[in-house]
């Protein structure tokens, strides 16, 4: 753990995580079933998931930055049957209680709550010794959609023996060559997917991985100094920070140990990549991939200089681009982008969801919702968001849910909320409103807004600031030509 110094060796990983599978099984629970966890970035967080991915279960990391109604939403459409979460978060994980009745066991960690047990009670009770059934279980997390509800990523369970290597392993092995020797730097929250399943995947190898409680530009480069740091997972907004640093703190720290930064999860900035290709060398790989896992495209820095502004050619799935209609598209045409002859997923417990993310010709294609086009050497270039998802800091940001919100506010008679550019963030939340009394409209009004969002929304997903219009633009039949406010902040015909 990076700022505590805590260390969790080997044995204390996989005897901690045989005594938790042993409390599952011991519960009632068998591969299939579903245990869910909300926690800070905690030492014992990845012992959590591989005691139920060793247990054969579904496991469903969950922000800890979220509030009541959004949390039990979660645990409960999982189907969780086990909760475990942190004194830390004691007072949102216990204000669930009543509204989750699927949970049969909550266990909470360093201290106890009203209706939790003990975790370390509980986990000492149990030999640290492998389950006779032993076998691959699967995270199941969740990506909101344009209904603005959560959606958990569901695939099959594999059953395979826990040494199996799976796709994500062979792809990290081909690409980024990790062993036992590496030192792998994870700077994000862990409950997101690909901080987790590298996290994991690093672990298979026997690499060091080093988690940061949270993320700090300077002690990033302090970090890879200290413990020479071999590879790294990084979101564009990190590198901005890291290069907003003075140029003395940038160059004070010895990064010469980094062989590979890997980044991902929104689309880098040409002129952001090119400085840090500058700063720490040829070193720096990209993928495109969602939580979905229905395909795997990446671009190493060789490439990504003679092609810049692309997210990679496709290592995993075929990609496809077409029309609104599922015909596919020539290079150089903007569309739809989707994946064919990737792994299969659906939306747990939403089939019209699945559906959506279908094309429309009943291939079986299935896409994240992007627009893009691919060049001649099937390179593809990101230009467009088809729901007006944002992508805040390398998080997603779904706006329909602060508008739910916002516009049940009585003094409020219409909203729009979309992302905005930001230097630093990429995106930053905005929203729109048309409030019942115009004399109203000003600051106040606005602070005030914010200030309602945050009390019933995680503050990532509530605007930073709020604009005021006598009228919103919509049809007749009610629906809001959104695309026509965002384009006077992105300007027309920009994604």
């Known amino acids: 753990m990076a700022g505590s110094g805590r260390v969790v060796t080997y044995r204390e990983l996989d005897e901690e995580s045989n005594r938790l599978a042993r409390l599952f099984r011991s519960a009632g629970l068998g591969p299939g079933d579903h245990v869910a966890l909300m926690l800070e970035n905690h030492p014992l967080f990845l012992a959590v998931t591989w005691a139920a991915h060793r247990s054969g279960l579904y496991y469903t990391a969950i922000s800890s930055r979220l509030k009541t109604d959004e949390l039990a939403y979660i645990v409960d459409n999982c189907g969780a049957r086990v909760f475990i979460s942190s004194a830390s978060l004691a007072d949102v994980a216990t204000s669930i209680t009543d509204i989750t009745p699927k949970v049969e066991l909550r ?41 603005g509800r959560p959606k958990g990523v569901k695939t099959p369970l594999s059953g395979a023996p826990l040494d199996a290597p799976g796709g994500l392993l062979k792809l990290v092995e081909f690409l980024f060559a990790p062993s036992a020797d590496s030192v792998y730097l994870s700077p994000a929250p862990l409950y997101h997917a690909a901080p987790l399943r590298y996290c994991m995947t690093f672990q298979r190898f026997g690499a060091t991985v080093v988690v940061m409680e949270r993320f700090d530009p ?63 060398g040829p070193i720096v790989h990209e993928y495109y991939a969602g939580t979905e896992g229905n395909g795997f495209l990446y671009v190493g820095p060789q490439d990504w200089l003679r092609h810049k502004g692309t997210v990679g050619r496709s290592l995993l799935g075929v990609v496809h681009i077409c029309d609104e209609n599922g015909e596919e ?21 939403d089939p019209e969801k699945t559906r959506s993310g279908q094309d429309p010709k009943g291939r079986g294609w299935t896409t994240l919702g992007d627009i893009g086009y691919l060049d001649e050497e099937g390179f593809l270039y990101l230009t467009d968001r088809r729901s007006y998802m944002i992508i805040s800091g390398g998080v997603n940001v779904y706006p329909q849910e602060a508008e739910n919100v916002l516009s049940v506010h009585p003094k409020v008679a219409d ?46 997903k509530c605007p930073k600031s709020v604009d005021f219009r006598a009228e919103l633009p919509r049809h007749p039949t009610g629906k809001l030509y959104k695309r026509l406010l965002r384009d006077e902040y992105w300007g027309a015909g920009q994604p």
């Open 415 to 460: 909203v729009a909320v979309f992302g905005v550019p930001d230097e630093e963030m990429g995106e930053a939340v905005k929203a729109v409103v048309q409030p019942v009394d115009p004399s109203e409209a000003g600051p106040a009004l606005a602070a005030e807004l914010i200030e309602y969002c945050r009390a019933r929304l995680a503050g990532y």
């Open 218 to 280: 300077e002690q990033a480069l302090a970090l890879i100094e200290r413990h020479r740091v071999t590879h790294s997972q990084w979101v564009p907004t990190m590198f901005i920070k890291m290069l907003k640093l003075p140029e003395p703190v940038r160059r004070r720290y010895d990064l010469s140990s980094l062989t590979c930064a890997i980044h991902a999860a929104a689309p880098c900035p040409v002129p952001v990549k090119e400085q840090m290709i500058d700063w720490w």
């Open 329 to 349: 598209l020539p290079p150089g045409e903007h569309g739809i982008v989707y994946f064919s002859e990737g792994p299969r997923f659906e939306y747990h417990g």
């Open 107 to 147: 266990l909470m960690m360093d201290g106890l709550a009203p209706g939790f047990e003990s975790y370390e009670a509980a986990v000492a009770a149990h030999p640290p010794v492998p389950v006779e059934d032993e076998c691959q279980g699967a995270d199941m997390l969740y990506s909101s959609g344009t209904t």
